[in-house]
């Protein structure tokens, strides 16, 4: 089973409007971490957030962390063409492993 | 910095064929970390390293995967003898572990192998 999982699996929206996606995980965690994939790409890591966390910006990034549902979001507002990608949550679960969640894919229209 | 750097970028071979995906990590990370993308698994761990020794292992997939990392500047994960299911893409990423903190990774361009 998942340690982290993302819903929903694809996201389709108009550039311009904020894409919301959410990742729950299973176990205890220190932190929860978002990475971006455009196609044929490397992960490239978006935010981290800390378990003492509830809220985290960057940009037009804005992240939650519930640790009491063990979950987190990933808003992304004024979406751009750009910013059509998968979107990974990952989370770690003992010394320096890391595991990813399915991913959301997100498609933004111009 | 050039960051993680990954050869080959593509590798077509046919089955039975041994297999070496290469990395060199950042400069001054002492974690490595192997993973596999496909479509119906998603991004799996195979394996990671903490300052070159492994420290688990248990997501590769079976005898014919192996890894080593003879120095801090480099990694590499074979595969012998390789079948069509291995087709997949091949991350490597380095990271810089301090304690049990988890710091951010970074990932390289990825190595698509096609065996065929």
């Known amino acids: 089973s998942q340690q982290g999982e993302e819903d929903p699996q694809a996201l389709s929206i108009q550039e311009g409007e904020n894409a919301t996606m959410n990742c729950s995980y299973k176990t205890s965690i220190n932190n929860l971490q978002w990475y971006r994939q455009n196609s044929g790409r490397g992960l490239v890591h978006l935010i981290l957030i800390r378990s003492n966390e509830r809220e985290k910006h960057s940009g037009r990034l804005r992240v939650t962390l519930d640790t009491s549902k063990k979950s987190s979001s990933l808003l992304i507002t004024a979406s751009r063409a750009a910013d059509t990608a998968s979107y990974f949550c990952a989370t770690k679960t003992s010394y320096d492993k890391v595991i990813f969640g399915p991913g959301t894919s997100l498609s933004v229209i111009p | 910095d050039a960051g993680v750097i990954q050869s080959p970028r593509h590798e077509v071979t046919e089955m039975g064929q041994e297999v070496t995906l290469r990395c060199k990590p950042i400069?001054?990370?002492?974690?490595l970390f192997w993973y596999r993308q496909t479509m119906m698994r998603g991004l799996e761990l195979l394996i990671y390293?903490?300052?070159?020794?492994?420290?688990?292992d248990s997501g590769m997939p079976e005898d014919r995967f192996s890894a080593k990392m003879p120095n801090a500047s480099f990694s590499t994960l074979k595969i012998q003898p390789s079948e069509p299911r291995d087709s997949a893409v091949y991350f490597c990423?380095?990271?810089?572990?301090?304690?049990?903190?988890?710091?951010?990774?970074?990932f390289g361009p990825g190595t698509r192998l096609t065996v065929l």
């Open positions: 390293f903490n300052n070159n020794v492994p420290i688990d």
């Open positions: 990423a380095s990271s810089l572990s301090t304690g049990l903190s988890y710091n951010e990774q970074f």
């Open positions: 400069s001054g990370h002492n974690s």
